[in-house]
């Protein structure tokens, strides 16, 4: 046994050198070359840059709570939307300060609009607290009260929403979604070109 | 069924995600058994130096074949080594480069108790990773974990397929050689197409930090990049599961699309399906191996078809408010039920451990699933190694139970099972409940233990449970409401991922040694035979009662007691 463990010594002190430096860094510093090259957009972040400024990622989510935008689902990464802290609210399913969170805010929603039916993804927190996205069913929920903000027909409001929809790959793989900031990004340009 | 529930879609995307690994199973096998045997492949042309310059430098002969002892230590000694490594470089990161949002040091019981969850393939994270790590640390502190863990085990795996395999011999194998083959020829290749996938998918792999976001409402969002592919690829891959983010694949810039998670879906399971026709291959008897993966897809299927009923249902608690659907709290919207309920179950059958969605909040028999999953002790498709070398262990109770019941000696593939092999199974075995089930209570009475629940009433505790559970089972999933990053919680659960690895592993590769000095025994008219429907039956029924029996008890205290609450609207 201590003939064993002595024999282990040269090796495992020098594979693990070896290793780390082809693993640790040789490795992903060679996909980080070659990522930059070939595909510098997504292996920066798949930034969006408006005017020298950088708006948003098309991947991550970012909070909306004005009523002049398609709003994004609740978020407990932070104060929400915190790319610096990602996490869900980890509340259990009998948990009390979820089921009053939840009341809380379709209390407003009913109030706000009677009578319509409340989507989930808008009333529930996500497993990032990042969710970029939201369901077709939310983003129609929000059609009424954008148009009336911003005096635009609801109808092409409508239009808009179907023609942001992305569909599950092959029919089986994802769920119907629309990217919220992209969705956004959409309303502001149509916005702009219509007249008041 | 008052509410959604499931579609046919979801059942769709369960089925081809079968029929894709099943179809995968045989490829993945071969490559697998060359390097079982240390055969040539065509990647040796370019990797070949670079495996023997690494033997020649560290002193090693390849050809040495070790005894199931010598095997055991240098692995151990190996280990150690690298768990020291990553102990060192995360209490110094603040004076190391790459560390541009000025991460200080990790504290002595934060850094032990990640330094053993990497080095045990656990990936237990008390930490958010956005918050505390550097790149550096990502990079030469954690990544090089998650192949060299991956690869011990598989590595492992070998050692037990030989002593199945051989007969009379003296040794197991060369952990060097095996370990070395491994990460070379399988998992370094496979991790850099895959991280170029991920990356053209919208993975970030670059060296800055951060990136400062001026939002279309006008607030600040700080958006943390870093390394990011390169080390989701072998998270996959070799069922580690640490994620870069706190969130880990529910992150965005982890799992971007639906279709990235069909893939990282895929890539946990896909080496475990193919040690298993390996191992067939290695005994000479390819249906040996799909009898076991038979076993192991019997128990996963339901366990993912309950997940999903589950999560398709919904919270009645918030149905009561008004909210109709499925249980869409902790999930993803790309994702949506069935890819979350998938995903944690696949993760938590394999010891992976990384999660696209919060377990925490799913709904209670949702959530009893995914740790009932690791109770069972990792082998339903299992960690890559060590789902196989574990299931084998429930293959010698199995013959063993079969052998009293005719009254013959048990045989397992040309091997005599005695009572060496019966006695240091049912040790490596017990370990699980027994640390588990004592750390667990130990918990639930200690103030320290008892600060750690985020929730109150039965889900606290199942919180508590499934950390402990999750450590000793080295899958590293949690229910993170669980604040587990104190003194207590780090050093608790360090030394439980330990127990749990290591106590698992010298049994079984005594085992092995021993398996491998006996006589090769021809099968006969008397042999139990160990393929088909009976023997599938008998593996899934010893892996219930022998695996999941023990925890029924703690299970009725939470996840059961919880679900009683929860349909009754009792809150907490």
């Known amino acids: 046994m201590i003939h064993d463990f002595a024999s282990s010594l040269r090796p495992s002190l020098v594979m693990t050198g070896l290793f780390a430096a082809l693993l640790g860094i040789g490795y992903p510093l060679a996909m980080t070359g070659v990522g930059q090259v070939l595909f510098p957009s997504q292996a920066n972040g798949s930034l969006v840059v408006d005017h020298g400024k950088v708006v948003g990622s098309t991947v991550i989510g970012q909070a909306f ?47 706000a609009q009677p009578g319509k039916p409340i989507p989930a993804d808008l009333v529930t927190t996500s497993a990032s607290g990042l969710d ?59 916005a702009a070109k219509t007249p008041a | 069924m008052t509410f959604q529930a499931t579609t046919f879609q979801g059942w769709l995307l369960i089925a081809a995600f079968v029929g894709i690994l099943l179809a995968l199973t045989k490829p993945m096998g071969l490559w697998l058994h060359a390097l079982y045997e240390g055969r040539r492949t065509p990647l040796h042309t370019v990797l070949g130096p ?38 060192g470089l995360l209490r110094v990161q603040q004076w190391l480069p790459l560390n541009g949002l000025h991460y200080g040091a990790i504290g002595p019981d934060g850094a032990f108790n990640t330094a053993i969850s990497f080095d045990t ?64 020829y399988l998992l370094l290749p496979l991790c850099v197409i895959y991280t170029l996938y991920l990356i053209a998918c919208g993975v970030p792999q670059t060296l800055a930090t951060s990136v400062d976001v001026f939002t279309l409402e006008g607030a ?89 009923w589950q999560e398709a249902l919904g919270n009645p608690v918030l149905h009561h408010l008004g909210v109709a659907g499925g249980n869409m709290e902790g999930k993803e919207v790309r994702f949506g039920i069935v890819a979350s309920a998938l995903f944690a179950a696949i993760t938590t059958a394999a010891s992976c451990g990384a999660v696209n969605a919060m377990h925490d909040s799913f709904t209670a028999l949702g959530g009893l699933i995914p740790l009932f999953n690791i109770q069972l002790g990792e082998v339903v498709v299992g960690g890559v190694g060590a789902g196989i070398y ?78 402990f559970t999750s450590a000793v089972g080295n899958n590293g999933s949690a229910f993170a409401g669980l604040t587990a990053g104190t003194p207590f919680y780090n050093g608790m659960l360090g030394v439980a991922m330990w127990l749990g690895r290591y106590f698992v592993i010298i049994p079984m590769l005594a085992i092995a040694g021993s398996l491998a000095a006996k006589k090769h025994t021809p099968e006969s008219a008397g042999s139990f035979p160990t393929t088909g429907l009976l023997w599938t039956g008998l593996l899934v029924g010893i892996v219930l009662i022998v695996g999941g029996l023990t925890f029924l008890p703690s299970l009725a205290l939470g996840p059961v007691a919880d679900h009683l609450m929860m349909i009754h609207g009792q809150l907490f």
């Open chain 1, 132 to 190: 970029p996205d939201i369901t077709p069913q939310a983003a129609y929920y929000q059609v009424d009260r954008i148009a009336k903000l911003r005096g635009l027909k609801p109808e092409a409001l409508r239009a808009l929403v179907a023609s942001s929809v992305e569909t599950p790959t092959l029919g089986f793989i994802g769920e119907n979604h629309v990217n919220v900031f992209e969705l956004n990004r959409r309303l502001d340009a149509m």
């Open chain 2, 50 to 87: 670079v495996e023997r310059g690494f033997y020649k430098l560290s002193g090693i002969d390849p050809h040495e074949d070790q005894s199931w002892h010598r095997y055991a230590v240098h692995m151990l000694s190996f280990n150690f080594g690298l768990a020291l490594l990553t102990y």
């Open chain 2, 220 to 308: 600040r969002q700080v958006l943390v990049l870093g390394p990011v592919a390169s080390q989701e690829a072998i998270k996959m891959l070799g069922t580690n599961g640490g994620g870069f983010f706190n969130a880990n694949s529910a992150h965005p810039f982890e799992n971007p699309t639906a279709v990235t998670n069909f893939v990282q879906m895929l890539s946990i399971f896909w080496i475990g399906f193919g040690l298993t026709w390996c191992f067939g291959k290695a005994v000479g008897n390819v249906r040996q191996g799909w009898a076991i993966l038979a076993a192991m897809l019997a128990l996963f299927l339901i366990g993912a078809g309950v997940v999903y």
């Open chain 2, 390 to 467: 574990g299931f084998l262990l429930f293959a010698i109770l199995a013959v063993f139970v079969a052998g009293l019941m005719v009254g013959r000696t048990p045989e397992y593939v040309g091997k005599k099972i005695e009572s060496r092999e019966v006695k240091l199974a049912v040790l490596a075995i017990a370990v699980l409940p027994l640390i588990i089930l004592s750390m667990t209570a130990l918990a639930s009475v200690l103030p320290a233990g008892l600060a750690g629940p985020l929730n109150k009433g039965p889900h606290g505790f199942s919180e508590i449970l499934y950390a």
């Open chain 2, 121 to 184: 393939n656990t990936n237990w994270q008390w930490y958010s990773g956005e918050a505390a790590m550097s790149n550096l640390s990502q990079m030469l502190a954690l990544t090089i974990h998650n192949f060299l863990s991956a690869a011990t085990g598989i590595a492992l795996a070998f050692a037990l397929f030989r002593g199945f395999a051989r007969a009379q011999a003296k040794g197991i194998g060369n952990f060097w050689a095996d370990m070395t083959r491994v990460t070379l």
């Open chain 1, 65 to 111: 709570t004005s009523d002049r935008y398609f709003q994004t689902r609740p978020s407990a990464a932070g104060k929400g939307y915190d790319g610096t802290a990602s996490s869900g609210s980890n509340l259990g399913p009998a948990s009390k300060a979820l089921s009053d969170r939840v009341q809380a805010q379709v209390a407003a929603m009913r109030k």
